[in-house]
Structures are given as C-alpha cells and as structure tokens.
C-alpha cells in the first residue's frame, strides 16, 4: 500500500514538473509604441510621446507600458528599467505576459519612425507640382 502511494505521489510531481516547465516556456514576442499608463494608446504613434512618456512615469507615477496596435491592448512593461531608453519608440519586446504585464527578457528598437514622421518622409519623396499662372 505504501508502495502503491509513493508511485502515486512521485507520478503527481512527475507530471506537475512538466506543467511548470511548459508555463515558463511561454515566450512570446510583442510588437509596438513604448507609451506609458496614463495615455496608454492615446497619442502613443506621434508627436514627442517619448518625453510625455517619462514625464508622466516620473511626475504622474505611471508606469512605461507597451501598446499593441495590433491587439489594440496595453501592456505594464516589467522591469521598468528595460523601457526607459525606448519611451515613444516602436519596439519588439520579447518575454511572457502575466495578466496585462510582460515580463520583458529583451527590447530593442525596430527602426520605424512614429506615423507622424512617416508622413513626413512620404511627402519628401514626392516631386513638387507645378502651378498654372
């Protein structure tokens, strides 16, 4: 009988040990604005965000957050620390989400410009058009 219960007992931790396992495996990579809490997605594509974004973390006790624009959801970054040289820039963020936080194992930049300067750079690109006189 007590042979039978420790079969038992090890087989429960056995496959307990794998769930665990599987949980921490879950990473995932986001892609979006690093904003903040208090204007989550508002404003998160453009304008001088990135300096809103520390303001509001240092003087209104925000938190840096991403936006998703694909989800259309806003994510508390943790560790803050990770965030802080990215406020207002699109970023891929790779870690594991815990509720509405991610639990960020990198950062880093993706190189596109906020959609206010991409507007800029396509009327750049465009030859002027000659007015009738």
């Not at 007590?2 to 307990?16: E, P, Q």
Request: net charge positive; charged share 30%; with cysteine.
């Amino acid at each position: 009988m007590k042979r039978k219960l420790l079969v038992c007992t090890f087989a429960l931790l056995f496959v307990a040990g794998f769930t665990v396992a599987a949980d921490k495996g879950d990473e995932k990579t986001w892609t979006g604005w690093v904003t903040d809490t208090h204007c989550g997605a508002k404003n998160a594509e453009g304008g001088n965000h990135g300096g809103c974004a520390k303001s509001c973390v240092e003087g209104r006790g925000a938190k840096f957050a991403l936006y998703d624009p694909a989800s259309k959801k806003v994510y508390v970054l943790d560790p803050q620390d990770k965030a802080t040289s990215h406020a207002g820039n699109h970023v891929k963020v790779t870690g594991t989400a815990d509720g509405d936080t991610i639990k960020v194992a990198s950062i880093e930049p993706t190189g596109e410009q906020k959609g206010h300067e991409k507007e800029k750079e396509k009327g750049k690109d465009k030859p002027k058009e000659k007015t009738k006189s």
